[in-house]
């Protein structure tokens, strides 16, 4: 059947949507450079002692994110390959593109290959506009491993979950036990955050199999213990009890709880009135009503009772955020917030769909009505309302803003000729260098620099991983960096 006029507009904004997200990222990824907070450190470690070895010193001594701390002591930089950075903003956009797409296909079964694709074009749009920092989401190495990474597994599991229970018995069917095994392994092992909101997910959905299915699922089961199995292995690091018991608001149980809640709640409001996800979600109520009906794929997938499931849906949102006033007793950073849409931006239209099959179900008449009323009078002024809710959203979109003045007005340009000049000036011979700053710093590409303080974290982690004793932030220096000076014109920093 020949698609119309309206299909052809909508379907063309969905790729617009999607290169207007996905473009910026990719030009932008040409100008990553490695970042002085924590790259460097642990790279230097890594390098010095030795990949376990930097490990084993991590765990202990601060933090027990055992899979995350794998992947950045394994950064371009411990390769000696500084350009591979450039590489890391396109590998992220991509794995979540993949992920995304897995999981709408897993979903989405029965719908063409095109409106999977356009779906999976329009969430990661949805994605972008909303993120509180570019920067920690896509370009920043110690962010992605720790938030984005576990992010991007999680959404993919949830697809090999979905498989599993679909694939026929045999060795396949095994290896998709193990492989899901694994992600469940490494989303944990990577951070609190999606530790939190995994656990709990399985929980709910393992209860709710044999509570209210009465089936004992072995599957879930197995899930549910690698789980509790890789949550103990993070929790009992020592490292853990350092860096918490650093800050005095931290382990404040019902002030956390209530505070998360709270935060939810005003974060909600904000991205329904900031981003088009309530006229998306009126063009996409069509689609949940026909992936719903008796006899589409995923029909069955649908029927859970909506009201519990809305239940949950809030209460595993607002756990995504009680590790962050539960642990430093301080709201939500910008890279909590960016994974928490992601998951309330694929729940909410879940949900959405369970409701519209849960609508379908109790009134067949209401349901004949709306599928025999004029899509005139119903889609052309929706389609008005959305397009001027697109425009202003897009407008307003902080990150958007970030990533086309940054390309387009050239900071990034900028910054990353100077950043290559300051790498090739670190790279010379010298027991001590001066580093001008650098002269503009565009937030989609930049997280910290080197510290005026000579004896700060960062400068020592850097003038290690570059056999310097000093590398000292000097504003009255002119260029990049200048050539080495005596060592004896400044002090040494404290061994590490």
Same mark, same amino acid.
Request: net charge positive; hydrophobic share 50%.
């Given at each position: ?108 079964? =029965?719908?063409? #290959? ?8 329009? &969430?990661? !749009? $949805?994605? /972008?506009? *909303? @993120?509180? +920092? ?72 393992? =209860?709710?199999? #044999? ?8 599957? &879930?089961? !197995? $899930?549910? /213990?690698? *789980? @509790?199995? +890789? ?85 595993? &949102? ?179």
């Amino acid at each position: 059947m020949k698609e119309s006029f309206a299909g052809r507009v909508a379907n063309a904004t969905a790729v617009f949507l999607f290169l207007l997200a996905c473009i910026p990222l990719l030009c932008l990824s040409l100008y990553n450079h490695p970042s002085a907070a924590d790259d460097y450190c642990f790279a230097d470690t890594a390098v010095r002692y030795g990949f376990w070895s930097a490990q084993n010193y991590y765990y202990n001594g601060w933090t027990g994110r055992y899979f995350s701390n794998m992947l950045v002591h394994a950064n371009p930089l411990v390769w000696g390959w500084y350009d591979g950075f450039r590489l890391i903003p396109v590998l992220t956009v991509t794995a979540l593109l993949s992920a995304l797409f897995t999981l709408v296909s897993e979903l989405l079964r =029965g719908e063409s #290959l095109k409106n999977r694709l356009l779906t999976t074009g329009v &969430l990661f !749009f $949805l994605i /972008v506009l *909303a @993120l509180q +920092s570019v920067v920690e989401a896509f370009f920043w190495t110690a962010a992605i491993a720790t938030y984005t990474v576990p992010t991007v597994l999680t959404i993919y599991l949830l697809a090999v979950m979905l498989r599993w229970y679909r694939e026929p018995a045999g060795p396949n069917k095994w290896l998709t036990v193990v492989w899901a095994g694994f992600l469940v392994f490494a989303s944990i092992g990577s951070g609190e955050t999606n530790l939190i909101l995994l656990l709990l997910l399985l929980l709910a959905i393992a =209860g709710y199999r #044999l509570l209210f299915q009465r089936t004992f699922d072995p599957f &879930l089961v !197995f $899930l549910v /213990v690698v *789980a @509790l199995a +890789s949550s103990w292995l993070l929790f009992r690091a020592p490292g853990n009890a350092v860096r918490m018991g650093g800050n005095p608001h931290s382990g404040e149980l019902v002030k956390s709880m209530g505070s998360s809640f709270g935060w939810l709640a005003k974060s909600v409001g904000g991205w329904l009135i900031k981003t088009p996800i309530i006229p998306l979600s009126l063009l996409y109520w069509p689609i949940a009503r026909r992936i719903t009906q008796p006899g589409a794929p995923n029909a069955p997938l649908f029927t859970l009772p909506a009201p519990l499931l809305t239940v949950v849906y809030v209460g595993l &949102l607002a756990a995504t955020i009680f590790p962050s006033y539960y642990g430093i007793g301080l709201p939500p950073f910008a890279r909590t917030m960016n994974v928490l849409f992601v998951f309330f931006t694929l729940g909410w239209f879940f949900v959405l769909t369970v409701w519209a099959g849960r609508n379908r179900s109790s009134s067949t008449e209401t349901a004949s009505r709306v599928s025999t009323f004029s899509t005139t009078q119903v889609k052309t002024p929706l389609l008005v309302v959305t397009a001027l809710w697109l425009a202003g959203s897009i407008a307003f979109s902080t990150s958007l803003n970030q990533l086309y003045t940054d390309l387009l007005g050239g900071r990034a340009a900028v910054y990353n000729k100077e950043m290559n000049e300051r790498h090739r000036l670190l790279q010379q011979p010298g027991d001590t260098l001066r580093l001008a700053p650098i002269s503009v710093y565009p937030p989609s590409l930049f997280v910290e620099d080197i510290k005026l303080d000579r004896t700060h974290w960062w400068n020592r982690c850097q003038s290690g991983y570059y056999n310097h004793k000093v590398i000292i932030l000097d504003s009255t220096v002119t260029t990049a960096a200048t050539a080495p000076v005596p060592v004896s014109s400044v002090g040494f920093p404290a061994k590490r």
